[in-house]
């Protein structure tokens, strides 16, 4: 026996029903994959900075301590030069540099002190830094793990889903499929069987003419008129044991 538009529509209604349950199963997980993967994204990108920043503390107080040794060096030679000049116009040339020096060294002896605690700071920061970062990770790996678990457990059930709505869409005319995909964009229960005089949908009252016209021919498409959705007479039965012999 030949099924009617609306017996098809039923069927793939119901189809279509056990499908977003199934996507429903997987709650928020791909929402949680999707924000852990982002986040992870922006600890690497901080680590990152965080790294570089300490490199070049770290590029600093190595070159400034080679100074502070030169400068002393020169500072001991210059005290030396001291006892060697032969006026007090050289002594006190002498003098001046050696001032000079000893304000230059003691200028980046506090710099080098600053820059120190600063790479200290920033390689606690960089600890904690990496520390989240591994953390992330973690959970992102048990989320994607806890993903493809449910995947896996819906897999064969989906795929025969799937390829059973196929059969039913290549029953239906295309006009009626368009109208059921409109709809759908919509109200997920595109289509929706009328019961105690109502749409089951929005459970708005049908008119009783509508309803006499809908049992007189169950091939043409009716919709509710308070929420468009397609109605399916009271009197067509559908379920999965019918839907397996499609």
């Known amino acids: 026996m030949e099924e009617s538009k609306s ?12 499908l977003d349950e199934l996507e429903e199963e997987f709650g928020d997980l791909p929402q949680k994959v999707s924000e852990q993967e982002a986040k992870n994204k922006t600890l690497k990108a901080t680590v990152k900075e965080t790294e570089q920043i300490l490199e070049e503390v770290k590029e600093f107080c190595s070159v400034t301590k080679v100074t502070l ?8 030679k210059l005290s030396q030069q001291q006892f060697q000049v032969r006026n007090n116009k050289e002594f006190d040339a002498i003098t001046s540099e050696i001032k000079h020096v000893k304000e230059e060294s003691k200028m980046l002896t506090e710099k080098l002190r600053q820059e120190t605690i600063k790479q200290q700071n920033l390689e606690r920061i960089l600890d904690e830094q990496n520390a989240e970062l591994i953390s992330s990770k973690e959970e992102l790996k048990n989320t994607k793990k806890e993903l493809v678990e449910v995947q896996e ?10 390829e059973r709505r196929e059969k039913i869409i290549s029953k239906i005319d295309k006009p009626s499929l368009d109208k059921y995909n409109r709809v759908r964009e919509y109200h997920s229960d595109a289509a929706v069987k009328v019961k105690k005089n109502s749409c089951s949908g929005c459970f708005s009252s049908i008119p009783p003419q509508l309803i006499v016209e809908m049992r007189s021919d169950d091939d043409i498409l009716y919709t509710c008129e308070n929420c468009a959705r397609i109605l399916i007479p009271e009197e067509i039965e559908v379920s999965e044991a019918d839907v397996e012999t499609i």
């Open 153 to 162: 457990e819906q897999d064969e059930e989906k795929a025969e889903y799937i």
């Open 7 to 18: 017996q098809l529509l039923a069927y793939l209604a119901l189809i279509d029903r056990n």
């Open 69 to 76: 040794e030169d400068m002393k060096i020169k500072e001991d």
